[in-house]
């Protein structure tokens, strides 16, 4: 026997793997595990039970174990299934997974596991826990000063204390107005990274090891002293052996690893967050921490940096009065990124300016002409023009530096981005609400009345004569649309974020200078091209192109439709099910009917098993027909509860 229970366990590991594929319930392999080993326990139990009332213990004892394992593996199979998180089955891990390094992994799992438990204490502590669905509302936190003290407040204090990629993910939130309150948002802007430069032989190590050669080969001159230092990276000033001066950026050593592990914890704590809070169901805080986890991925791979460059400055026209740097790609890497130094200093340096002697306005209008350029032309542009990102050549040029951040808009939305600069400009309500509803995504009824009414209020109050408008204007905008339940997407924020960025480099590089007005001017140009009779009749000419097949085709068309209306062989097709939640709606009911049938065949089938008489003996006066059949009335009783419980759950009780 015992040779027989041993050597079935490999085989029925197999069966697990086999059943999993026969039933399509492809888990991970400790899950496949687990059901075999439960199956084969269950069998080898079973096996044992029969031959102990039978007089010759081992006659059948492998088939049966073989037999019974086999059926109670795929049963297993199935429950554990059932016993998975709604929705689980359909994010199943597929096929085989392999583990090469099992013990680095269950190390960084653990490491993992530890900094979501600080970043949970860190929450309850600063009384946080029932915002975030980690504590039950009403209960206390354990919390004294620090609880009273404003939620903001305690906000920032909170993402200062986990440090890390959460400092950086405040500092995005305050520029959200469009998810975060205006005291939330000034509260968070208030957060600064407290990052101490790295050590110089650690930097040089990681520099050497990407180039595969010593520094003191590749650079003539190297400065240790970096120019500017983030969580991130650092950069530093360096002269290549050719004399040309350039910016060597630098990733700090082991923060890709703490990066990742801060991500996977925020995305672990977003989907904890939208299904315990109604909040976080409504934001959709997990696409939210999807976003910014894609974003500072990106940021950990410097070529996706050097790619954005040669993207703007492709896009950009020979002789453009703003200038973006080049990028030495025979040096740069992952990790370390070179770029050409400007000879300049950044547009909030005013002695600097003062003594170029250039036209501050001028300058300003080139720099808004540019940024708007790439974004409603080029359809990629500088996502974060903060001043310290914009620098004044000695020239008289502009430059555009770190491009870290840099956003795309496709052609649909860029369209409709023209049109509502367009519908701003010329004070036009049902423009405004088009232009944004063409792109954004309305949850729940809307009322367009009552939306061109607060669109209009929005106009007036902020484009009525003798009002001052400023880029801001758009964070109004933002929380409006929120307020009627429209999303509009990430590209949209982003590109009215990088406006309000844009309007305060411009002010610090020509004080005075309106931006907004600026803007309404470019637009009133573009109204204008749009409108020339040339133009009108290009348009007019493409749009009769493109629907001339479809006039060729008319005349049959209505021919056809006579012609069977009067046979009376007209028709009308509906297409049915032709949208996500008709098909959701049907398959969740399927489902429960199926569920609830087998629940009632298994039910009188166990029943049928219990009044049968005789059979193997298995326990005592029960026979094996009498096990199964309480087996089979106990999942019988299961799948019915569970009908019954998911109707519960619709409201229809």
Sequence with gaps: MGAVIALSLPGILVVAFLAARLLDARRSVGVTVLSGVVGWAAGVGLSLAIAQNHVHRNAGFGRNVWVFSIVFTMSATVWL???????????????????????????????????????????????????????????????????????????????????????????????????VPPAYAAELARLQDHVVPEDPAAMRALIEEELGVPVDDVFADFDWEPVAAASIGQAYRACLRTGEPVIVKVQRPGVAESVRRDLEVLEELARAVEARTAWGAEY??????????????????????????????????????????????????????????????SVRDRRWADSLHVDRDALADTLLRCALQQMLVDGVYHADPHPGNVM????????LIDFGAVARIDPLQQASLRDLMSAVARRDTEQ??????????????????????????????????????????????????????????????????????????LTTLAPGYVALDAVQRVAAEWVKDRMSVATVEDAARDELLRALPTLRRLPRHVDRLATLATRGDLRL??????????????????????????????????????????????????SLFQFFGYFGLFCATVLTLRVIVAVLHDGLN
């Design 392 to 399: 004044l050549l000695r020239d008289g040029r502009l430059g």
């Design 432 to 505: 405004l609400r088009a232009a944004v509803l063409s792109i954004a995504t309305v949850r729940g009824r809307l009322d367009e009345d009552q939306l061109d009414r607060a669109l209009a209020r929005f106009m007036a109050r902020h484009l009525a004569a003798g009002t001052s408008p400023d880029a801001a204007m758009f964070n109004d905008l933002l929380a409006l649309l929120v307020s009627f339940r429209i999303r509009v997407p990430v590209e949209l924020s982003t590109f009215f974020r990088a406006l309000v960025t844009l309007d305060g480099t």
């Design 81 to 179: 299934e059932l016993l998975a998180r709604p929705g689980a089955i359909a994010r199943a891990q597929g096929g085989l997974a392999s583990i090469p390094r099992p013990l680095r992994s269950l190390q960084r799992r653990g490491r993992r596991v530890s900094r979501y438990a600080q970043i949970t204490r860190i929450a309850v502590r600063h009384g946080l826990g029932p915002s975030i669905g980690l504590v039950p509302r009403g209960r206390d936190d354990g919390v004294d000063g620090e609880g009273r003290l404003p939620a903001p407040v305690r906000l920032r204090r909170a993402l200062e204390d986990c440090g890390g990629m959460f400092v950086k993910l405040g500092q995005i939130l305050s520029t959200r107005s469009d998810l």
């Design 573 to 622: 097709r509906v297409a049915w099910m032709s949208e996500p939640d008709d098909v959701l709606t049907v398959t969740r009911l399927l489902n429960r009917v199926v569920l609830a049938f087998l629940g009632g065949v298994v039910g009188i089938l166990s029943a049928m098993l219990l009044g049968t008489r005789g059979g193997p003996p298995f326990a005592g006066t029960t």
């Design 284 to 345: 959709g805080v997990v696409d939210l921490a999807g976003e910014f986890a894609g974003r500072l991925r990106e940021e950990l791979d410097f070529t996706v940096e050097a790619r954005n460059a040669r993207e703007l400055a492709n896009a950009a026209a020979d002789g453009s009065p703003v200038r973006i740097p080049a990028v030495h790609d025979e040096l740069s890497s992952p990790r370390v990124l070179v770029l050409e130094q400007f000879d300049g200093a």
